[in-house]
């Protein structure tokens, strides 16, 4: 049985495509990236998360008794960027899962493209599409607040600026999550991590400065967390040392700046 295993095996090496050598070209995935963007945004996934975070905080605000308009505001505004995060996060992992769900892998590795291109090309899409989204929710976002009672002392550029990046990284660990474990239960996992551990409460995605955070720590742990998750996707494509050790720096850096930003008194 183990003779058969080993003969199994050594076909099916021997008889797979080999990958291309060379490097993802920019027009390849810009081309890409736009055809994901479409794909990101148009996802079932995407709105049904945004739409829960807004129906959960909705229910939290009716629930409570002479809320400020102001507070019902911020609740809303929550509640949307919360279910914004969770719906990029889903979608951006069910997107990675793409090839291996149609079982199209052998197929893209017949391409000349190298298949670090459709990783790049997923990230980019990423970044033109939901994280386009949030930069353009974030800029109402300041520019309401800023303006409104009761809020505007806890608004700055500081805080629209997270959201964003968040977006982004929790984008890059759906992606990363689903080159790695390669099922669809590895979005909710990290669902779960983030919302039924004490995970959210030690690095917290998003702060407002009057929280005390240390800011130029917590952008860095905003940039080191997509890093890690990029350069882990890409080197699940093609195993590198130099990948491997980008990720290893980039995830070093995170943990430093996760517990450099905590403020004196904690959160």
């Not at 920019?26 to 998360?49: D, Q, S």
């Not at 960027?81 to 951006?92: D, H, K, N």
């Not at 989204?133 to 600026?161: K, N, Q, Y």
């Not at 004490?198 to 995605?205: G, K, S, T």
């Amino acid at each position: 049985m183990a003779v058969a295993l080993r003969t199994a095996i050594g076909d099916a090496r021997s008889g797979a495509i080999p990958s291309a050598d060379v490097r993802p070209r920019a027009a390849i995935v810009a081309g890409l990236g736009r055809i994901e963007a479409r794909r990101l945004v148009r996802h079932p996934t995407f709105w049904l998360g945004t739409a829960f975070g807004l129906t959960l905080t909705r229910g939290v605000v009716g629930a409570g008794s002479g809320s400020s308009g102001s507070t019902t505001l911020a609740w809303l505004a929550g509640g949307l960027a919360l279910g914004m995060l969770v719906g990029t996060l889903l979608s951006a992992n069910v997107a990675a899962l793409r090839s291996r769900r149609d079982r199209t892998g052998e197929l893209y590795g017949s391409l000349p493209s190298p298949p670090e291109a459709r990783t790049l090309g997923l990230l980019t899409g990423l970044a033109v599409g939901p994280v386009t989204i949030a930069i353009v929710l974030a800029a109402v976002a300041w520019a309401v607040f800023s303006r409104t009672e009761g809020l505007a002392e806890h608004t700055d550029l500081f805080l629209a600026v997270q959201y964003p990046l968040a977006v982004f990284a929790l984008g890059a660990i759906g992606v990363g999550v689903a080159r790695w474990i390669p099922t669809l239960l590895g979005g909710p996992i990290i669902v779960v991590l983030h919302t039924m551990t004490p995970l959210i409460w030690l690095v917290p995605w998003i702060l407002p400065t009057t929280s005390e955070v240390h800011a130029t720590w917590h952008m860095i742990y905003l940039v080191a967390v997509p890093v890690t998750w990029v350069a882990l996707a890409l080197a699940r494509d093609r195993r590198t040392l130099i990948r491997f050790a980008v990720a290893a720096a980039a995830l070093a850096l995170g943990i430093v700046a996760a517990v450099q930003q905590t403020p004196p008194g904690g959160y």
